[in-house]
């Protein structure tokens, strides 16, 4: 058997810069990817299918109600990204030579779902990434990001991971240096947002919306300078969503009383985080919002 981790993201700054022809949104933004991850596990078959399941674990210690309520719908058929990985290449390069081979991929799911913070593109990456060493395809990770941007914008960006800027659609990507120590406080209020509603609202809200400093904050994080990042953090697509969801909001303000550096949410939400340069404090914060009920998936991790 093998296993693969699927890291998590968040954006620490998010701009919308235009929209191409096919109606894709054009963007910039620096991403960081988390020390939370979802695993990915990958067996060989002798028959010809690919088959997705959620683990024994998720289910075993939840309930399978519960694993639904708390992580949402998780598709495990052709509409599963993993899924749409796992043909991609089977199609294009295993049943080519090997027409009874198949795969069996158990996901253990702990990123949020529905949430800013790409759990379905990071579990496509890794199913990129699993299933090229399981079946020795040996493909390059630039080749596996060129096939991965036609099935998600964010996949290319979580298979490079790290520290990066995006641009483009998210598959125009630079490394970054790695971003200071600090520690990131992660919180998922219990509502989830449609990534496609939040981009509509932004085209109606476009004429209203300040924009971030994305050149600042990548000096920023080239300087070494952790209070520069978080000053220059802004996401445009919060307009949309914290105007419905307050939620939002609350999350940001007890994060930065309690000594955040900054608090913003990711992606297009409802995640929000906080940069804290003590653990200590980051813990606190957390204990405090799970008391005040106003997450149901919170976290103390660091950058990888």
């Known amino acids: 058997m093998l296993e693969k981790k699927a890291y998590a993201k968040v954006n620490l700054s998010l701009d919308i810069v235009g929209r191409r022809e096919d109606g894709y949104h054009l963007v910039r933004m620096v991403m960081q990817s988390l020390d939370i991850f979802d695993v990915l596990s990958f067996e060989k078959l002798n028959t010809p299918e690919i088959v997705v399941l959620l683990s024994e674990t998720n289910v075993a210690n939840e309930g399978s109600a519960m694993v639904a309520d708390k992580l949402g719908t998780v598709p495990l058929d052709e509409n599963n990204l993993i899924y749409k990985v796992a043909k991609l290449l089977f199609d294009k390069y295993i049943w080519t030579r090997d027409k009874s081979a198949g795969v069996k991929i158990t996901l253990t799911k702990n990123i949020p779902i529905a949430a800013g913070m790409a759990g379905g593109s990071s579990d496509a990456a890794a199913a990129f990434r699993g299933i090229n060493e399981l079946y020795e395809l040996n493909l390059l990770d630039k080749e596996l990001m060129e096939m991965g941007v036609t099935l998600g914008a964010d996949i290319p960006y979580c298979i490079m991971g790290g520290t990066a800027l995006s641009e483009g659609i998210g598959e125009v990507l630079t490394k970054l240096p790695d971003m200071p120590k600090c520690y990131y406080l992660v919180a998922k209020p219990p509502i989830s947002v449609s990534t496609g509603e939040a981009y509509g609202g932004y085209d109606r809200l476009e004429e209203a919306v300040r924009h971030p400093d994305v050149d600042g904050q990548v000096d920023a ?37 309690g000594g955040a550096l900054n608090a913003m949410m990711s992606g297009s939400g409802p995640t929000v985080f906080g940069i804290f340069e003590e653990k200590e404090s980051a813990e606190a914060v957390k204990e405090d919002i799970i008391a005040k009920d106003l997450a149901n998936q919170v976290f103390v991790t660091e950058a990888v």
């Open 221 to 257: 994080i080239y300087a070494g300078n952790l209070q520069g990042v978080t000053d220059k953090f802004l996401n445009v697509l919060e307009y949309v969503t914290a105007e419905n969801h307050k939620e939002i909001g609350e999350l940001e303000r007890i994060m930065m009383e």
